[in-house]
């Protein structure tokens, strides 16, 4: 702490504590909520949201400042590096990164993403197809004509300006835009627990709106909606949302506009296919660059056979031109249908109309307007803009008067007021003479001294008298429209009109409804094809048209088949795990491979350690499909057993249709219990449970509960300690055995005769005092002859 001197009472000098350098103990929490709502505030009203009034972020704001103020850098003039624009706009007002303020420049250049680009970008500015804009130092920028709708009414002293970050220069708080640029352009921005999702939309449009809105005031937003369609996206799109649905979004300032992209048949027909098809425009933010790579892989991975290939022949020329070639060109439809559920072709953009509007004291709070709000508020600043312009025409015609004046009383005695300047003793002596002897002050004298002996002649005489009565006309007429507000607004309106005749173009985002929304059938886009899916131990699967030996089958090293389930393309697999889930993969999604395969774990989120022990065919040829349920629960049943002895059944029902990554849950496991046996049970009575203590069990399944969800069971054999179940057969006819594997590597069977029915529960047979059992034998896998079905 930093102490000074003071005397005593006795003269000596004592240090006491500087009042000015005291420490300060303060609630560590309060603090925290203090500097962190500063720093929320600071990234709402200083970065993250843009103006109602202009629509601009900060940053764009100061971007386009510098180039007009303090590069005139306007559309008639050479570009200038982008690196000595960001520069500027860093040095003098955003004291932020380089490649932050060079972003913000990059958008505002690009064509696909502002409806009306207002910088004229030359060099790589970034592409559709996703590629970033070159470097600061190879790029050059200037103006567009429309950007200078939005600043040149700077000079009239239109808006309020502000010191910049340093105190050395002065910047405009918002520019008086001609046009709502936040609603022609739209926004993107992530503040701290709000952010803003605007589109562009079209210019005439929304001129014609605020027209409407400037000759109704109470207009509505249904009223609006008559000249502002929806969105205009740069590079077109469909937007199938219905116009109840639009209103909603334009009425509240937030919702959903599902878009899509538009295509024709192919006019060129380039030679390569006849079916082709062109994708002439995309939803907006849509790179091609992905989106191709999308396309070409449902391509090449056949899971659209009717989609040959994807050819992106776009240009500059051409436009936007993505072929597609078909096997038929009546596969159009179902393509386009497919690859709009698939792809990036049809996106939701999520409407939030969050910006920063005025309050009656100026100062920025943030809202969520809705159409009429948002034409309101730039009406608003319009009208006072255009008022505090004609006030400054209206002071500089005014001053200029005032000398002109001081001239005409000087004209009418001009002889005398010549003498005395001749008789005066210099410049000051001359303008007191002039000021005692003729009703005129101190402005008027000095311009009177300075004037050209010239313009004493009687030509320029009466030129100065002409210029008199002009600005005394022009003065008035400007006093009389300050005078009416109706008049004002008549300005407004016609300015607006002006500016829509000029900028205005044709829409390029057409209008439809969700009618054109077919719903996706993902079987009307799978040729039926008969197949077989192979199941390792490892948990691999794969595809494979015929198999004429299991032994003969391609799999990893160390590695076995563990089921080979036939089904047809249109059907599903189920597998399940030992965990006690099940996850339910369309056959026509599992790989088509003569290799190894894939390994599951890449189609669903397995659990760390769980193994697939059975998997099950939805085709009702193997399968047999559900019959009326007595309850809720139809058949078939699944029979379920865990290692630690415990026995349910469920219906297989519930498993028919695909699930998520996640899968479902088919049963609710104790700690440290696993799943052992899965089967569908068809005509069987009885099951076998065979433990790894050489312990067997015989029960009828009427025993197990049918159980209406997953759920942990009954107990199906008591178990000794260290004792667990290795497996379980399902029994149809006397003759059916259960076969193990002994500790000692022998194969045994056990037969219904010897080991008759006991109730569930007990602690079945001990079949051996020396050796325990090591595993159950899978009955033999039985490949299906495709010929005798086909």
């Known amino acids: 702490m930093a102490r000074k001197k003071s005397k005593k009472s006795n003269g000596e000098a004592a240090l006491i504590p500087d009042e000015t350098d005291r420490i300060q103990y303060v609630s560590l929490t309060d603090e925290t909520r203090r500097r962190y709502l500063n720093y929320a505030f600071s990234v709402i009203q200083s ?15 100061r971007i386009m400042y510098v180039m007009y103020n303090d590069l005139g850098l306007t559309s008639n003039v050479k570009a200038r590096k982008c690196a000595k624009i960001t520069g500027d706009t860093i040095g003098n007002y955003h004291p932020h990164g380089d490649m932050a303020v060079y972003d913000a420049l990059v958008r505002l250049a690009q064509d696909f993403t502002l409806r009306e680009p207002l910088v004229d970008g030359q060099g790589n500015f970034g592409s559709i197809i996703g590629l970033p804009a070159a470097s600061a130092r190879y790029t050059e920028a200037r103006l567009t004509a429309i950007a200078a709708e939005l600043m040149s009414e700077l000079k009239f002293d239109t808006v309020d300006m502000r010191d910049n970050y340093e105190g050395t220069r002065k910047e405009p708080v918002v520019l008086p835009s001609r046009f709502p640029n936040l609603l022609v352009n739209g926004t993107q921005g992530i503040a701290v627990g709000m952010a803003t999702n605007i589109p562009p939309h079209n210019l005439g449009e929304v001129v014609k709106a605020c027209l409407h809105l400037i000759d109704n005031p109470e207009a509505t937003v249904a009223q609006l909606m008559k000249y502002v369609k929806g969105p205009d996206f740069p590079l077109g799109g469909r937007i199938v949302t219905d116009r109840r649905e639009l209103r909603t979004v334009y009425e509240t300032g937030r919702g959903s506009i599902k878009v899509r992209a538009e295509w024709e048949p192919d006019k060129l027909q380039t030679g390569r296919v006849k079916n082709n098809i062109v994708i002439t425009s995309i939803p907006y933010g ?18 659209l056979p009717q989609l040959l290939s994807a050819i992106d022949e ?44 005025p309050d009656e004291h100026e100062n920025l709070k943030p809202a969520q307007v809705n159409l009429q709000e948002l034409l309101s508020h730039f009406l608003k600043f319009r009208l006072k803009t255009i008022t505090r312009r004609l006030e400054y025409l209206l002071a500089q015609l005014l001053k200029r008067i005032h ?24 410049k000051a002596d001359a303008a007191k003479r002039l000021m005692d002897v003729f009703p005129i002050d101190a402005i008027q004298v000095d311009a009177i001294l300075d004037m050209a002996l010239y313009r004493i002649s009687e030509l320029e005489i009466d030129r100065i008298m002409e210029e008199l009565k002009e600005k005394r006309a022009e003065a008035k007429r400007i006093q009389a429209l300050l005078a009416s507000e109706k ?96 996850y339910t993969l369309p056959v026509d999604q599992i790989p088509a491979s003569t290799g190894y395969g894939e390994p599951l774990g890449k189609y669903v989120k397995m659990s760390d350690g769980a193994k697939i022990i059975a998997g099950m065919t939805t085709d009702s040829r193997f399968t047999p499909a559900d019959n009326p349920p007595e309850g809720d629960s139809p058949e078939p049943y699944l029979l379920i057993a865990t290692a630690r002895g415990q026995v349910m059944s469920i ?47 015989h029960f009828e399944l009427t025993e197990v509960p049918l159980l209406a969800g997953p759920g942990r069971g009954v107990r199906g054999i008591k178990l000794e300690k260290d004792d667990e179940v290795i497996g379980a057969i399902l029994l149809a006819r006397p003759g059916d055995t259960l076969h193990v594997i002994n500790d000692n590597g022998n194969k045994l069977a056990f037969g219904q005769a ?35 079905l086909e």
């Open 314 to 357: 776009s240009s500059e020329e051409l436009g936007m031109r993505i072929v597609l070639e078909l096997k038929s060109a009546d596969d159009a439809e179902t393509v386009m249908a497919y690859l709009y559920k698939h792809t990036s072709l049809e996106q939701n953009f999520n409407f939030n109309a969050t910006c920063l509007v």
């Open 487 to 582: 008049k004002l607004w008549g300005i407004v309106s016609d300015e607006l009109r002006e500016l829509g005749d000029k900028y205005g173009n044709k829409r390029r985002t057409a209008i439809g409804s969700s009618e054109e929304i077919s719903e996706f059938d993902p079987q009307a886009y799978i040729v039926k094809e008969n197949t077989n899916v192979v199941i390792t131990k490892d948990g691999w699967i794969k595809r494979v048209g015929r198999i004429q030996s299991i032994e003969k089958m391609r799999i990893r090293e160390g590695d076995e088949v563990l089921n080979v389930l036939p089904a047809s393309t249109l059907d599903a697999i189920v597998f399940f795990s030992d965990d006690g889930a099940a």
């Open 403 to 426: 000398i002109l004046e001081g001239f005409e009383i000087i004209f009418n005695g001009l002889d005398k007021a010549l003498k005395i300047i001749r008789s005066s003793q210099g």
């Open 286 to 303: 849509v790179e091609t660059g992905p989106l191709m790579v999308d396309l070409g892989t449902v391509a090449e991975t056949k899971k």
């Open 651 to 697: 219906s297989f029902s519930s498993f028919r249709l695909a699930s998520t990554k996640l899968g479902r849950k088919f049963c609710r496991l104790a700690k440290e219990d696993r799943v052992i046996f899965v089967d569908l049970i068809t005509d069987q009575q009885t099951m076998f449970l065979a433990t790894s203590g050489a312990r067997v069990i």
């Open 47 to 61: 970065r993250a949201l843009p103006d109602v009034r202009d629509g601009l972020k900060p940053v764009q704001r």
């Open 754 to 788: 010897k080991y008759g029915v006991t109730s569930r529960a007990g602690k079945g047979v001990k079949t051996s005092q020396r050796t325990g059992f090591k595993e159950i034998v899978r009955p033999d896998i039985q490949l299906v002859d495709w010929s005798e």
